[in-house]
């Protein structure tokens, strides 16, 4: 097998001793949650307003905790600490949807379209401000005469005609399409952005501390040369160690790859997982809708939402994993319908025999 891998303590070479002192005073603020959890387990205080009302002094702590530390990084942007308040509640209703165990996967694909639109708005739409374009459309309505509509959108064109989608296989393919499609529709001339695919995982059979991250070269389909002075992007419903981007681009950087810029966008993300990336990778953004304060010994995000992997495409078989183009299809209609131009890219990238190069 052709595989490059990255270990846990190549990432941790990278934080710096802030760094570890302000992972070290979130985990001790995060540890008041424990008792309140262990009591939590009786039911019956789940809505219980005292237990309510500590838990939120607890958590409102955390996000002090956490603005201050991202403050000081002009590299990480959280929705919640760069956005108006008035728009904070449609950010927290979406992460409190996505954390709940009884949303099906119908429910949280819906919510991650929401929370990449909310993504998307602010990583580009909000920088292009206050340059607008007019775009005019026919309407369906013909009587007395055809009329049609005029519309001023965000020019965020300067922003997104270089980029490439950056899939990493296999929990991000939902996530990059969403991006993609919403840069061909922000776009001034339809832009379908070609896609890289990466198929890296992490070994879940070891701790935090000692980790690897596996890239598999052999079943990932890209083109270096479409890579070269790109802007890349990467989206993925999660960042907890940060490992996998890592790995990925230090290899293109091997490679002798330079890209132009590299944007991590993320519905939630780790503390740690987004020092790790802005440390490692001298000009990565990471732009998250949510921020959770640490990761528990197995690389988990806490409080998390689980496997979003899981949530979005449904569990493979142990020994018969989906391939893309399988997963794509089990997305039903309705999203290939929605996502055309997008799959049929991702398609390309597949079958059309780009490979590696």
Known sequence: MNTVTLHATDLDGYLTSRDIAHLDE????????????????DQSLLHDAGTKQEMTRVFERIGRYLKHVVSEQDRIHVYSFETPKEQHGAASRLIFKLRKPQTSREEFLYYIQRAYELLFAHVYADRALPSKRSIVTRTPVSFPIQNYA?????????????SVMCVMLRGALLPSMIISKEIQEYSSNNYITPFALFKIKRDDSKKEKNMDYLLDLDRSFFDLSLLEGKDLVFADPMNATGGSLVTIVKYLESQGVKPKSIRFITVISALKGSLRVVRAIENAHVHTLWMDP???EKAYILPGLGDAG?????????????NMIQLMADYGTTITNLYRDQVREVELTVLGGSGKS
Do not use: C, S, W
């Open 310 to 322: 899981d949530r979005l495409n449904g569990e493979d078989l142990p020994d018969n994993p989906r």
């Open 26 to 41: 979130m985990h001790a603020i995060y540890e008041e949650t424990t008792d309140l959890f262990n009591r939590m387990g």
């Open 294 to 296: 640490i990761l528990n």
């Open 150 to 162: 005029i519309h001023k959108i965000p020019d965020v064109d300067q922003f997104i005609e270089n």
